[in-house]
């Protein structure tokens, strides 16, 4: 069997990727400003260079300082748009208010929160402390919340905006070892379906993306991925393929843009 067709280029590293080839205006997002958590490596930086790439300023978001700098640096030299490293931790509103008001002072604005921030790792329920479980759903699902309802009420309210939740595919129809992630994540995707109803109105889209194995991730690596791709695993996928950064990213470019103007995630049942 020949290899995947169209699969953009990627990197495993930490680093920008060394060509990139345009499927959008290479100015689709020329002036917008972009809030990352969760952006100084893996799918969060590959999020951050690819709307850099397209004219978006950012700003990353992670509890080490040292990371996002390093980061960022690399996100600047690579695309020539600015960013702003940004320490803070999701659990703690106060440091998120903190970091949001920089952003504020510095850019004047903010067109795009992306919810990348989480924690994870392989336990069985039965051996998974209280802790443990706890700590993930404060990463993943009130994080996500404090970080929306930082914007909403500092920007978003007045100005409109776009709101991505990274989440996964992990709750849909189960998996050993990842009760707490897995949760986590079913609650932010409900959470995005009450936002975009309440938010609507505002003028405030807001989405959810839901990958599966991501190739060139800390999580990929500590998960079980390469084993999984070993093991043919990647059967059960529709392509039969993991996914890479450049794609998910790719995912929430369009969920950005203009192009999905009318997109936004909730159910609706009549009554």
């Not at 850099?52 to 640096?73: D, F, K, N, P, W």
């Amino acid at each position: 069997m020949s290899g995947p067709a169209n699969v953009p280029e990627d990197v495993d590293t930490e680093d920008c990727l060394l060509n990139y080839s345009y499927i959008f205006s290479p100015d689709v997002l020329k002036n917008k400003v972009a809030f990352i958590t969760g952006g100084g490596s893996g799918i969060g930086f590959r999020i951050a260079e690819v709307l850099m790439r397209h004219g978006c300023r950012t700003v990353i978001a992670s509890r080490s300082l040292e990371r996002v700098q390093e980061s960022a640096a690399k996100l600047m030299a690579a695309t020539g748009q600015r960013c702003l490293p940004a320490s803070m931790d999701v659990r703690q509103p106060e440091t998120i208010k903190a970091a949001v008001e920089k952003m504020l002072r510095v850019f004047g604005k903010v067109d795009i929160l992306v919810n990348n921030a989480a924690g994870n790792f392989l336990c069985p329920a039965s051996g998974l402390s209280f802790n443990a479980f706890k700590t993930v759903l404060e990463i993943d699902t009130i994080g996500t919340f404090n970080t929306s309802k930082l914007l909403y009420q500092k920007w978003f309210k007045d100005h409109g905006g776009v709101i991505v939740n990274i989440t996964a595919t992990l709750s849909y129809r189960g998996q050993m070892l990842q009760v707490h992630a897995g949760s986590a994540k079913a609650a932010i995707d409900a959470m995005t379906k009450h936002l975009a109803v309440e938010w609507g109105p505002d003028n405030i889209r807001v989405n959810s993306l839901a990958p599966g194995p991501v190739s060139g991730t800390e999580g990929f690596r500590k998960l079980g991925g390469l084993l999984m791709a070993a093991a043919d695993h990647c059967k059960v996928i529709p392509l039969q393929r993991v996914g890479t950064k450049t794609e998910i990213a790719h995912g929430v470019l369009y969920l950005v843009s203009p192009a999905a103007s009318f997109v936004t995630d909730f159910n609706f049942l009549p009554e």
